[in-house]
């Protein structure tokens, strides 16, 4: 017992286990593979998910690409990518958690292209640590103030079926004064 490393944190001095619980974080870094569709059409969705830089500062990023699932003369593709920085305000390891962003978005929809400075907000409920259960709904606009502004809202809904990966689903509704393109998916992560 003596040779147990924490036995001998404990003797060197004894830890505060509650700053430890509230400062590790609930959630961790997540890589995704997924499948979306919107308008028949079916596409990838390739993404990580806060990738932890420093103190309560996560960077995160996605790609999607839609093609046409059903034999039109419609040749266009739907693309969206881009990143974010997200400060989480709540120590780390609270269950709910509210994050300003800030990032860069490109869309090309079938109804609308813009691109520009995306800002809103995210909010992150753990139900099980770590990342074992969560549910997130973020509200973010891009371009915000000009004519090509996008209003995004996004929720989606994680759970773990091994240590390591985990399967969600994601519902994505982006609104323009030029129309708005709604999206399901379903993905896996890993962790």
């Not at 959630?27 to 079916?42: A, C, K, M």
């Not at 813009?114 to 606009?141: E, K």
């Not at 994601?170 to 896996?188: E, H, K, N, Y």
């Amino acid at each position: 017992m003596g040779n147990s490393p924490v036995f001998q944190r404990w003797q060197q001095q004894i830890p505060n286990i509650w700053a430890e619980i509230e400062n590790d974080p609930s959630f961790r870094t997540r890589w995704r593979l997924g499948y979306g569709e919107n308008n028949h059409r079916g596409g990838v969705n390739l993404g990580v998910e806060d990738i932890f830089l420093v103190d309560r500062f996560t960077l995160s990023g996605d790609y999607q690409s839609d093609y046409q699932t059903y034999q039109t003369n419609d040749q266009n593709n739907n693309v969206a990518y881009g990143a974010e920085l997200r400060y989480y305000l709540l120590p780390m390891g609270n269950y709910v958690n509210v994050a300003p962003v800030l990032g860069y978005r490109q869309i090309n929809a079938e109804n609308f292209t813009t691109n520009g400075v995306r800002v809103g907000g995210r909010v992150q409920v753990v139900l099980s640590r770590p990342s074992a259960a969560d549910l997130a709904l973020s509200q973010t606009w891009v371009a915000p103030g000009s004519s090509q502004e996008v209003a995004i809202t996004d929720v989606s809904l994680g759970y773990a079926i091994t240590r390591h990966l985990r399967v969600g689903t994601q519902w994505q509704l982006q609104q323009s004064g030029q129309g708005s393109d709604r999206r399901l998916g379903i993905f896996v992560e890993f962790y």
